[in-house]
């Protein structure tokens, strides 16, 4: 399975590691993506999300909690 957020569509991105004399090797740095379990169209389901996608649905889902408490 590709490591993809299900949310953001973020993927791994690819570049080059650097040695001191600067010798350039490919490499890639993958997403961090987290299992989560979250309600998508009334059914319960893991998704996989990155980690900052994750905490901006938070931080939005709190602010909307703290707006309907008001």
Same mark, same amino acid.
């Given at each position: 399975m590709?490591?993809?957020?299900?949310?953001?569509g973020? =993927?791994?991105?690819?570049?080059?590691?650097r040695? $001191?004399?600067?010798?350039?090797?490919? =490499?890639?740095w993958?997403v961090?993506? #987290?299992?989560? $379990?979250?309600?998508?169209?009334?059914?319960p #389901?893991?998704?996989?999300?990155?980690? =900052?996608?994750?905490?901006?649905?938070?931080?939005k889902?709190?602010?909307?909690a703290k707006v309907?408490?008001e």
């Amino acid at each position: 399975m590709s490591r993809v957020c299900a949310v953001s569509g973020k =993927r791994a991105m690819s570049g080059n590691n650097r040695s $001191h004399s600067l010798r350039a090797t490919r =490499r890639k740095w993958n997403v961090n993506l #987290q299992k989560v $379990h979250m309600i998508v169209d009334g059914k319960p #389901q893991t998704v996989k999300i990155s980690a =900052r996608a994750l905490k901006t649905l938070k931080g939005k889902a709190a602010k909307a909690a703290k707006v309907v408490a008001e």
